[in-house]
């Protein structure tokens, strides 16, 4: 059996190989399913993620890194956001599609948070949105729920803040920081985030607070203690080379497959091997 026909057959025997909405991942966690994401920003990269059950799919604002090469997310914009969910939101079937909500598109005041997240259901057909920051952003985070829009939270590194944070380290390792992230953690849970992607977190730290919580954290250098995992999907297939975190697991490398698969291609146009006669038109 291929790992794709694997794949297929644990998709077909999971009950949720149905399109999977933000709460059923509570119940997931609940039955001590481990939950997986990845994240995409094309139609094609989120076809091949849905066909092999990813649960969840993100729309990261981690794009204008991997995508459009900038140094930090910080200048995504809204319309940039929306118009690659739009991408994602049509190729998938059955993942939750998470739209990412850009920097300065949520934090300025409720209403302008109502008005964005609510352009990112509507117009990029996201399934859910996700904000970054601690327990002062649960106030927006419990009037978009109320309005009807999944919320997914983001603690620990939180990269829309890099300028505070100074550098992408680990967050949480003394006692007043480990705090805040444990009472932001169930600040958003009161406030009815669905789950929370918990960044850059000590492992041990991130344990607790996932086995304080009843909604699930989605790990990412945060250790095997989440109930869940999540990857930019450039990282992963290692088509993104500039840097590799620590936590990034490269299964293949797409980046070196793809300057030879080109590099040979052009080699032939200048050799004259390509096209060849069956590539031509009589
Ligand atoms: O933008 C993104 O891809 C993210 C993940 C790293 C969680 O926020």
Same mark, same amino acid.
């Given at each position: 059996?291929?790992?794709?026909?694997?794949?297929?057959?644990?998709?077909?025997?999971?009950? $949720?190989?149905?399109?999977?909405?933000? =709460?059923?991942?509570? &119940? @997931?966690? #609940?039955? +001590? /399913?481990?939950? *997986?994401?990845?994240?995409?920003?094309?139609?094609?990269?989120?076809?091949?993620?849905?066909?092999?059950?990813?649960?969840?799919?993100?729309?990261?604002?981690?794009?204008?890194?991997?995508?459009?090469?900038?140094?930090?997310?910080?200048?995504?914009?809204?319309?940039?956001?929306?118009?690659?969910?739009?991408?994602?939101?049509?190729?998938?079937?059955?993942?939750?599609?998470?739209?990412?909500?850009?920097?300065?598109?949520?934090? $300025?005041?409720?209403?302008?948070?109502? =008005?964005?997240?609510? &352009? @990112?259901? #509507?117009? +990029? /057909?996201?399934? *859910?949105?996700?904000?970054?920051?601690?327990?002062?952003?649960?106030?927006?985070?419990?009037?978009?729920?109320?309005?009807?829009?999944?919320?997914?939270?983001?603690?620990?590194?939180?990269?829309?803040?890099?300028?505070?944070?100074?550098?992408?380290?680990?967050?949480?390792?003394?006692?007043?920081?480990?705090?805040?992230?444990?009472?932001?953690?169930?600040?958003?849970?009161?406030?009815?985030?669905?789950?929370?992607?918990?960044?850059?977190?000590?492992?041990?730290?991130?344990?607790?607070?996932?086995?304080?919580?009843?909604?699930?954290?989605?790990?990412?250098?945060?250790?095997?203690?989440?109930?869940?995992?999540?990857?930019?999907?450039?990282?992963?297939?290692?088509?993104?080379?500039?840097?590799?975190?620590?936590?990034?697991?490269?299964?293949?490398?797409?980046?070196?497959?793809?300057?030879?698969?080109?590099?040979?291609?052009?080699?032939?146009?200048?050799?004259?091997?390509?096209?060849?006669?069956?590539?031509?038109?009589?």
């Amino acid at each position: 059996m291929s790992i794709l026909d694997n794949m297929t057959a644990e998709k077909s025997k999971d009950a $949720t190989a149905k399109p999977v909405v933000a =709460r059923d991942l509570a &119940r @997931m966690k #609940k039955k +001590g /399913r481990k939950i *997986a994401m990845l994240t995409a920003y094309d139609f094609f990269t989120a076809r091949l993620l849905d066909q092999i059950g990813m649960d969840g799919i993100l729309v990261g604002d981690s794009a204008n890194m991997v995508f459009y090469g900038e140094k930090s997310t910080l200048s995504i914009t809204l319309d940039q956001m929306i118009y690659h969910t739009q991408a994602v939101s049509r190729a998938v079937g059955h993942a939750l599609v998470i739209g990412d909500m850009p920097f300065m598109s949520y934090q $300025t005041s409720v209403e302008e948070a109502l =008005r964005n997240a609510g &352009r @990112m259901i #509507k117009e +990029g /057909r996201a399934g *859910a949105v996700k904000l970054e920051g601690g327990k002062h952003i649960s106030p927006t985070v419990a009037r978009l729920v109320e309005i009807g829009i999944p919320v997914m939270g983001h603690i620990g590194l939180v990269p829309q803040s890099i300028h505070q944070l100074g550098a992408f380290r680990v967050q949480g390792k003394d006692d007043p920081s480990a705090e805040y992230l444990r009472q932001s953690a169930q600040a958003l849970q009161d406030a009815g985030a669905f789950a929370i992607v918990a960044e850059m977190i000590s492992a041990e730290l991130a344990a607790d607070i996932s086995a304080e919580l009843t909604i699930p954290t989605i790990g990412i250098g945060s250790g095997v203690g989440c109930d869940g995992q999540i990857l930019v999907t450039n990282d992963l297939v290692g088509l993104f080379e500039d840097f590799k975190p620590k936590f990034v697991r490269r299964y293949a490398n797409l980046a070196q497959e793809m300057r030879r698969a080109c590099g040979e291609w052009m080699d032939d146009v200048r050799q004259r091997q390509y096209p060849g006669e069956d590539e031509s038109y009589k």
